[in-house]
Each structure stands twice: as C-alpha cells, then as structure tokens.
C-alpha cells in the first residue's frame, strides 16, 4: 500500500487549499480501508484532524478543525481529500494521510495501518 498526499502549498489567513491523498491499490482494496487525515507542526508532534470511515458513512475532526475542514473520499478514483477553508497560521503544518484495515468502519484518530509521505500547507498571517 502507497500513499501519496499531494496539494498544499503557501496560502493566507482566510484562504483555503484542498489536500489530495492517492492510494496505489485496487479500487476494491481502497474501499475497505478507513482513511486519516494527520499533520506535525516544526517542533510538536504528530495530530490527528480528521478520518472518514469506509464509504463516508462516517466521519471524526479534531476540535481545532471542526467546522472549517471537510474530509471526503472518492472510491472510484481511490483518492481521500481534505478540504480546509478559514485557514489559520496554527494549521501550518506537513499534513499526512494514512490507512486503517483494522477496523475501517469506524472513523479513529490513531491506529493506522500505512503512512504516506506528507503534504507542506503553509498559512501565512
């Protein structure tokens, strides 16, 4: 399993961007997967922000990004995506996705299975 997190970039205060994760597998093994969304700002470490559950039946945001971010997925095209709007210096960070089979059904923040190589989103004030 492959992941690859594509779309941030330098944006700011108010702005928004949409962070794109794509999944080398078959479009069947993806669907089966629960799907994250996590960043690490320079010094802190890793978070959680949002997770989607197989289908999109479900969904969980941090606190921080409740309200501001949509996590959504496209099954078809294997890809999950993070739209994130209101932007705010504090969401700088290098946002990652990830992939959980253990239990896919349910939304978590932590416990995934595969890492992908991260995304820089940069909010300038």
């Known amino acids: 399993v492959q992941l690859q997190a594509s779309g941030g970039g330098l944006v700011q205060t108010g702005g928004s961007l949409r962070l794109s994760c794509a999944a080398s597998m078959s479009v069947r093994t993806f669907s089966r997967y629960g799907m994250g969304w996590f960043r690490q700002a320079p010094g802190k470490g890793r978070e959680f922000v949002a997770a989607?559950?197989?289908?999109?039946?479900?969904?969980n945001y941090a606190n921080s990004v409740k309200g501001r971010f949509t996590v959504s997925r496209d099954d078809a095209l294997n890809t999950l995506y993070l739209q994130m709007n209101s932007l705010k210096p504090e969401d700088t960070a290098v946002y990652y996705c990830?992939?959980?089979?253990?239990?896919?059904?349910?939304?978590?923040?932590?416990?995934?299975?595969?890492w992908g190589q991260g995304t820089q989103v940069t909010v300038s004030s």
């Open positions: 989607i559950s197989t289908s999109g039946a479900s969904t």
């Open positions: 990830a992939a959980d089979s253990k239990s896919p059904m349910v939304p978590k923040s932590r416990g995934y299975d595969y």
